[in-house]
Nanobody, 124 residues
Framework: VQLQASGGGLVQAGGSLRLSCAAS????????MAWFRQAPQKEREFVAA????????PYVDSMRGRFTISRDNAKNTVYLQMNNLKPEDTAIYYC??????????????????WGQGTQVTVSS
């Protein structure tokens, strides 16, 4: 499976971005998709996850109400809508796919396919 993330960029605080992650290859093997992020000098952090049926794991408190994950199975694409962005959201955002965690997972170890990352920079 290949994952291609896009949609990152530079935005002012309070602005919005929508990230996309297009999957290709053996997409039928993916049972859950997720977004993680990694800020400079910080560990990779779970952002959101969605199962093949559309069930969504509870969002992290700092992102709840601002970020929304969704998927279009016909397009093999997962989205992350990010609203009211804050400077602390600045990070490289990675999409990930799991072939074994049907309900999704907060743990990066449960994902076996990763996109290349897309940079999100939020200016104050």
């Amino acid at each position: 499976v290949q994952l291609q993330a896009s949609g990152g960029g530079l935005v002012q605080a309070g602005g919005s971005l929508r990230l996309s992650c297009a999957a290709s290859g053996r997409t039928f093997s993916l049972v859950a998709m997720a977004w993680f992020r990694q800020a400079p000098q910080k560990e990779r952090e779970f952002v959101a996850a969605i199962s093949q049926s559309g069930s969504i794991l509870p969002y992290v408190d700092s992102m709840r109400g601002r970020f929304t994950i969704s998927r279009d199975n016909a397009k093999n694409t997962v989205y992350l809508q990010m609203n009211n962005l804050k400077p602390e959201d600045t990070a490289i955002y990675y999409c990930a796919g799991s072939s074994r965690s049907k309900g999704g997972s907060r743990w990066s170890e449960d994902y076996d396919s990763w996109g290349q990352g897309t940079q999100v920079t939020v200016s104050s």
